[in-house]
């Protein structure tokens, strides 16, 4: 009872709905639905088979706004823990140094302004997407806009809101979209559009996407993907058994106990990989020369008004005895087909009458050695995802996590040995676990691409109590302890029974002798465990390093004398060498594991003798000479700090293809500028300044 009086209109469109449910749209009344429904003549304009929502053209709007964002590699230390916990901020700094230098990447930031910002780095580049998004059950909170007029200026400042502490604050950044909404699916809709339609660019022309969605959007969310993806790019809707127990609070009866996961090819020739046939049910018990084959049954699909030629009777030469098929379903060969194969002996005639004969089908005759992969998935429950990550962080950290299992599969129809896997919803890191474990199972090589928000945790929670105050922080410590784990040598079958100190000695020496008996891993696991990248390098999502030139502030000629004032150095105040560096690599359209050196030119020290580390700054330099950043084992060569004719020289000698430097380093000396753009020129060196 809330002290109300009736609600009219409330009472009044719940009576219209009992009558019409179908003119109800999202809790609104399509008064041309209802002119129709009545029988009215009506000609609805520009009629055709098309998903529509409130907001669709704001959505397209979101993907054609550019970004000036950029990413900032991040040195992963103290920052991300309590700055007083000194024991852990070690135990971090520790691990964290073991595992970068990677090519695996995790980007904290929020997910469309990234996949706009790996546009150029990342286009047709990855082989498979796997992402786990809000599955819009009126309890989640997402990004979207609560008002489709908001403007980029207003979103950004939104995104942009932070707590005492820096962190995003849900108030500033989500909005819970409930069920009592006016625009509930199309809220969702909204967010999901320009991120699929970014996420498509990025896929490969063999590429393939796998959406986890459940019953509230899973008709909307195939719809989507047909308009985004094309309906013939189609591969299949994977049907999850993902409840253990039967849900008793169920309201209508039903437990619901499945979720899907829905997968798109960018193009026709896109597809999965399929299931392994298993070899091992081939064998030659009567030493064929044919080699190892298995019997197969010869029943067709066909009735008799169908197929009449595939419906005959085989007999066996040898006994006379006669087989008829069944009449629903034929034989699976024609009979020319079946006498080749009794001249062949390739016929196993069965031993009892009532049964059929079979044939047999060769090992060395398989063309693939895969079938058709099940739709119906074959994986852990939900508790079992919960479980692996409590184990892993030793404590509740986030809800219903997906289980490695389900994640796995997906890599393994999806993406081949050396193929990049991405996840821009990222959650508590089941696709970066998944990926690395694969790897060392099967001796591959894929590369993950992770993107998570830094979702505030709830301050209750033992998580943020922990020192976790973001789910991207505990994706990324989930990342360090699989490695960590990983890492670790494996205990051998002996080992992990043996409690008697002596008992385990004796085996390690008789491990020693022989490192392969009654070993726990696999002599190729054993092998994989030099090659797999154990390992991540970490960036954030970060305003440009450089000044935004702003025509919308310019009302009169003083604010133009004021802008032109600020742009004599477009640099930010805040900006860093190394920054900037990154930033024109990443809009070069240079991928993230790009190698990236300083060197020293213009001076007498030898520039190989300065090499840092991939991704990383020198420490320390010789102090003669002019650093500058060489890209992509010098392919591109970027200047931020001087510039002088000696190193000009010196840089046209590399022959790069691309040399940039800051406008400002030419200030006062527009002939040494004149001098560079046609010494350049003549090179066949591209030249550009910032």
């Not at 609600?7 to 709905?17: A, P, T």
């Not at 821009?424 to 691409?449: M, P, Y």
């Not at 999502?541 to 150095?569: G, H």
Request: aromatic share 8%; with cysteine; glycine share 6%.
């Amino acid at each position: 009872m809330d002290g109300k009086s009736l609600n009219i209109k409330s009472e009044q469109l719940d009576k219209l709905k009992s009558l019409f449910p179908d003119v109800m749209s999202e809790g609104k009344i399509d008064f041309d639905k209802l002119k129709l429904t009545l029988g009215e003549d009506l000609t609805i304009s520009d009629e055709r088979y098309v998903l529509n929502w409130a907001g669709k053209s704001e959505a397209f709007r979101a993907i054609q706004t550019p970004t000036t964002a950029t990413l900032k590699q991040t040195a992963e230390t103290a920052d991300d823990v309590d700055k007083n916990d000194t024991k852990k901020i070690n135990q971090r700094n520790h691990l964290i140094s073991e595992i970068n230098g990677s090519d695996n990447i995790f980007i904290e930031g929020e997910n469309l302004e990234v996949l706009k910002v790996l546009q150029k780095s990342y286009y047709n580049k990855v082989k498979m997407i796997y992402i786990d998004p809000p599955y819009n059950t009126g309890n989640d909170n997402f990004i979207y806009p609560d008002k489709f007029s908001e403007t980029k200026e207003e979103y950004l400042k939104r995104i942009g809101e932070m707590d005492e502490e820096g962190y995003l604050t849900k108030e500033g950044l989500f909005r819970k979209n409930s069920k009592d909404s006016g625009r509930y699916h199309s809220n969702w809709l909204s967010m999901m559009y320009p991120r699929l339609f970014l996420a498509r660019n990025l896929l490969r022309d063999d590429g393939v996407i796998f959406v986890s969605i459940d019953d509230n959007e899973v008709h909307n969310l195939r719809l989507l993907m047909n308009e985004i993806f094309g309906e013939e790019n189609f591969v299949a809707e994977f049907i999850w058994h993902s409840r253990q127990n039967v849900d008793s609070r169920s309201l209508t009866g039903a437990s619901i106990d499945h979720e899907y996961v829905i997968c798109y090819g960018k193009n026709t020739d896109s597809k999965i990989r399929g299931k392994e046939i298993n070899k091992e049910k081939y064998s030659n018990p009567d030493n064929d020369p044919r080699g190892p084959w298995m019997s197969s049954p010869m029943d067709g699909i066909a009735t008799k008004e169908r197929r009449p030629n595939l419906h005959y009777t085989i007999v066996n030469v040898e006994t006379g005895l006669e087989y008829n098929p069944s009449p629903d379903t034929g034989w699976r060969f024609q009979k020319s087909t079946i006498e080749e194969l009794i001249k062949e002996k390739r016929i196993i005639w069965p031993k009892n009458p009532a049964s059929k004969p079979r044939f047999k089908r060769y090992l060395n005759e398989l063309t693939n050695e895969f079938t058709g992969f099940s739709s119906m998935l074959d994986v852990d429950f939900t508790s079992e995802g919960t479980k692996e990550l409590r184990t892993l962080m030793g404590m509740e950290t986030l809800k219903f996590p997906k289980p490695v299992s389900l994640v796995k599969q997906m890599i393994m129809q999806g993406s081949d040995n050396g193929g990049l896997v991405l996840d821009f919803f990222a959650g508590s890191g089941t696709t970066a676990q998944a990926v690395l474990e694969l790897n060392r199972e099967d001796g591959g090589n894929r590369k993950f691409i992770l993107v998570q928000l830094p979702e505030k945790t709830d301050e209750e929670s033992e998580a943020y109590k922990a020192g976790y105050k973001t789910i991207a922080e505990i994706c990324k410590e989930r990342i360090r302890r699989v490695i960590k784990k990983m890492s670790e040598p494996q205990m051998t079958a002996d080992d992990a029974d043996k409690n008697d100190k002596k008992g385990k000695q004796e085996e390690l020496s008789l491990r020693d002798k022989d490192v392969g008996r009654n070993a726990v891993s696999t002599k190729s696991d054993s092998a994989n465990r030099s090659t797999t990248d154990l390992g991540f390098n970490a960036f954030r999502l970060e305003p440009s390093n450089f000044k935004i030139w702003r025509t919308d502030t310019i009302e009169n000629e003083e604010d133009l004398k004021k802008q032109m004032e600020a742009f004599a150095d477009p640099v930010k105040a805040s900006s860093t060498e190394e920054n900037m560096a990154w930033e024109i690599l990443l809009k070069s359209g240079y991928e993230l594991t790009t190698n990236v050196e300083t060197i020293l030119l213009g001076g007498s020290s030898t520039p190989d003798q300065n090499r840092a580390r991939k991704g990383r700054e020198q420490s320390s330099l010789p102090t003669n000479g002019v650093r500058v950043y060489s890209i992509a084992d010098g392919e591109m060569i970027v200047a931020l700090n001087s510039i002088n004719e000696k190193v000009i020289e010196e840089i046209i000698k590399r022959k790069p293809k691309q040399f940039i430097c800051l406008d400002k380093l030419f200030n006062g000396n527009d002939q040494l500028k004149t001098n560079t753009v046609l010494q350049m020129r003549d090179a066949g060196i591209g030249f550009e300044t910032v």
